[in-house]
């Protein structure tokens, strides 16, 4: 299957109840999740995305710039479906994978070996094909002597290894990347950057939203400047970032 993404004519709005009468709480609201905000008696409402169109293709590499807020993560949400919009249409074609929360599905109760399963089906994989790739995940955590001990024994950084080696086991079409892991010790990140490299070197579509203009460089071939919401910028990363400097 040939990888793709299109989005049409794409709104998204969503309520947050009982935060009027709450000024702080609602301007926290409004600085930390972008688009405009509305209300009447009952509820505050966030209109997140406005007008965005997409199209994406085998061998694209977007990067999402944008203060905080500007809607970068709820855009990645809405291709990896976990948000669906009210207005517009979004078609993905091809498996999604999607570095955006890789402790979802990570239950501390149950053991790393067990986790591995659990997480692997949330992200759309047979038993059978986390059967097939559950030495490697096992391997690639270094956690063998820990793998059927609770998660909850485990130590932050452990944690952290053997989630984002469960999220990243299977090469998928298209892959959501919300910043390069930089949490653990200093050779585990270096291990888990180029694994992100190998992921990206290999995934017909890589959406990436960072912060960094290294990083962005690095990885993307296009991007798109958002902010409150809208696309106010699409084209290469030079310009885009040259764009975001001098604008937002």
């Known amino acids: 299957m040939s990888a793709k993404i299109s989005i049409q004519d794409l709104k998204l709005s969503?309520?947050?109840f009982d935060v009027k009468s709450r000024s702080l709480k609602a301007n926290f609201v409004r600085l930390t999740t972008g688009g405009t905000v509305s209300s009447d008696s009952r509820l505050v409402t966030v209109d997140a995305?406005?007008?965005?169109n997409l199209e994406l293709e085998k061998g694209d590499r977007l990067a999402l710039i944008?203060?905080?807020g500007a809607g970068k993560s709820t855009l990645l949400k809405v291709m990896a479906g976990i948000y669906e919009p009210q207005v517009g249409s979004v078609t993905v074609k091809g498996h999604v994978a999607s570095l955006l929360d890789i402790f979802l599905g990570v239950n501390p109760e149950s053991s790393g070996r067990e986790n591995i399963?659990?997480?692997?089906?949330?992200?759309?994989?047979?038993k059978k094909q986390i059967s097939s790739i559950l030495d490697e995940v096992i391997d690639f955590t270094e956690l063998a002597d820990f793998i059927d001990l609770p998660v909850r024994t485990y130590s932050s950084g452990m944690a952290i290894r053997l989630a984002f080696a469960i999220s990243t086991a299977v090469k998928p079409d298209i892959l959501l990347l919300d910043e390069v892991i930089g949490a653990g010790d200093a050779r585990f990140i270096d291990k888990a950057r180029n694994r992100i490299q190998d992921l990206i070197n290999s995934v017909g579509i890589m959406v990436f939203s960072s912060h960094s203009e290294s990083d962005v460089k690095k990885f993307c071939n296009k991007a798109i400047v958002l902010d409150a919401g809208y696309i106010v910028?699409?084209?290469?990363?030079?310009e885009c970032f040259d764009y975001y400097k001098k604008n937002i």
Do not use: A, E, K
Request: a neutral charge; aromatic letters at 12%.
């Open 117 to 126: 399963y659990s997480r692997g089906m949330l992200l759309g994989f047979s």
């Open 66 to 68: 944008g203060h905080n």
């Open 49 to 52: 995305l406005h007008n965005i």
């Open 14 to 16: 969503y309520p947050i």
């Open 233 to 238: 910028c699409s084209g290469g990363v030079d």
